[in-house]
């Protein structure tokens, strides 16, 4: 159980465009999942926390308007880099909290991450 | 501000040796998390621990929390290639949110 999905695994697109990542929960209920994104050789930085129905709150640093977010089902949530320019090139990859087992509510299952190379 | 120091950021062993990572903090987690991450893949966890004091074995290695819940270490025990990756401990802030420590590249030469 507790599985995570990310689509698509790896894009490359060309500058001044946007680019759509989904992660899912397979098979629980997320009403929080969690964006974050990795530079080589380096620990996971978090950008925003999504939560279903609302607003995403984002980390200081991150512009929400070029990473929009939208959490809209209980098992989905999207993130959108928008007109993507080389230096966003990196490693996306979310987490999601299983929403109905509160005793272990701090635990994130984490998708295999989308690979994003601008050119 | 919570904090996680890990330690040693770099670790290249030999196949057979044992090694120990650590994971700091002058606060207090409510727990801690390990996680293993290939690359080009996204984190697996390995094991929460919650209790202070607490041992967890899973296999050849071994994790500890802290009495205090301050700090984790995890031991691995006669290391193969296979456990070549990066770790990584994390632990939830007030708002779950996970505060994680900045890895340990570990590479198990054979």
């Known amino acids: 159980g507790a599985v995570v999905s990310q689509h698509p695994s790896r894009v490359i697109c060309k500058s001044g465009t946007s680019v759509k990542i989904e992660c899912r929960s397979l098979?629980?209920?997320?009403?929080?999942m969690f964006w974050y994104r990795q530079f080589p050789k380096q620990s996971l930085m978090l950008m925003a926390t999504?939560?279903?129905?609302?607003?995403?709150?984002?980390e200081q640093g991150v512009e929400k308007d070029k990473f929009l977010i939208n959490h809209a089902s209980l098992t989905l949530s999207t993130l959108t880099v928008t007109s993507a320019h080389p230096e966003d090139s990196s490693f996306y990859i979310c987490?999601?909290?299983?929403?109905?087992?509160?005793?272990?509510?701090?635990?994130?299952?984490f998708g295999p991450g989308t690979r994003l190379t601008v050119t | 501000t919570q904090l996680l120091e890990q330690s040693p950021q770099f670790l290249s062993i030999q196949e057979g040796e044992n090694l120990t990572v650590y994971c700091n903090s002058s606060?207090?987690?409510?727990?801690l998390q390990w996680y293993r991450q290939e690359p080009g893949e996204g984190p697996v966890l390995l094991v929460t621990?919650?209790?202070g004091g607490e041992v967890k074995k899973l296999k050849r290695l071994t994790f500890q929390f802290g009495d205090a819940r301050k700090d984790s270490s995890l031991h691995i025990t006669a290391a193969q290639p296979g456990d070549t990756g990066l770790y990584l401990c994390?632990?939830?802030?007030?708002?779950?949110?996970?505060?994680w420590g900045a890895g340990t590249k570990l590479i198990i030469k054979p």
């Open positions: 987490s999601a909290r299983d929403s109905t087992t509160a005793a272990r509510s701090y635990e994130q299952y």
């Open positions: 098979d629980f209920q997320a009403t929080t």
């Open positions: 999504s939560n279903e129905g609302s607003k995403a709150t984002y």
């Open positions: 606060s207090v987690f409510s727990s």
């Open positions: 621990v919650v209790t």
């Open positions: 994390a632990g939830p802030d007030s708002n779950y949110q996970l505060i």
